[in-house]
């Protein structure tokens, strides 16, 4: 379909800031990358629920959920998986515009898919390195997916056979091999925190 045949309405939509003020705080994507299992949707879970308690309004955003749904037609292919962040990224994008604090939870191996959501998401994005090693993620092996990668049932399997860049310069790094869950979300709450406070005129 040509371009010119599209016409945004946002123009004419609420302002985020009428959003934000609404719910009486600021939205932040915080997305959370790592191996499988290093604990991503695990601290995600725990600071949503913190969050909650809170009366903030959260949603979180899960790669493998994600999958069977909105993404259910992609693989793991170099290009699927740029198809399956670009696609997380316009939804986290949406979210965060009506003042949502949005926790995303994806895999994310390589810089240039980092990359592709910070330029969708821009200052909206906290960039969180949830570190663990292969090893110990796959001692850990909490869906079984590291036992069918070693059985070769598994292509393209990150760590494996697809390779993970560790962030260069994350927002937070999260190592989950030194930290329990609950300091590592206590850590992450702290560093969300200043992110979502709404600064009233005096």
């Known amino acids: 379909m040509p371009m010119s045949n599209i016409h945004p309405e946002f123009h004419r939509f609420l302002h985020r800031q009428d959003k934000e003020n609404l719910l009486g705080q600021r ?5 959370l990358c790592g191996l499988s299992g290093s604990g991503k949707s695990t601290i995600a879970n725990a600071a949503e629920r913190v969050l909650h ?9 899960d790669g493998d959920n994600l999958r069977t749904g909105l993404n259910s037609n992609l693989g793991f ?4 998986r740029l198809e399956n962040i670009r696609r997380i990224s316009e939804v986290a994008k949406i979210f965060v515009s009506q003042g949502i604090i949005t926790f995303v939870s994806a895999i994310t191996p390589r810089g240039e898919l ?3 959501a910070r330029g969708i998401l821009g200052k909206d994005l906290l960039e969180v390195y949830v570190k663990a090693s292969y090893e110990a993620c796959e001692q850990r092996d909490v869906k079984g997916l590291y036992a069918k990668a070693a059985r070769g049932e598994i292509a393209h399997f990150t760590g494996k056979d697809g390779s993970f860049e560790p962030p260069h310069n994350p927002d937070l790094t ?26 009233l005129p005096l």
């Open 53 to 61: 308690q809170q009366g903030r309004f959260t949603t979180i955003l």
């Open 114 to 116: 980092r990359d592709l």
């Open 174 to 199: 999260l190592d989950t091999e030194r930290t329990s869950i609950e300091d590592a979300a206590f850590e992450l709450l702290e560093a969300i925190q200043p992110k979502i406070t709404v600064h």
């Open 77 to 80: 292919s170099d290009q699927d």
């Open 27 to 31: 939205g932040v994507v915080v997305w």
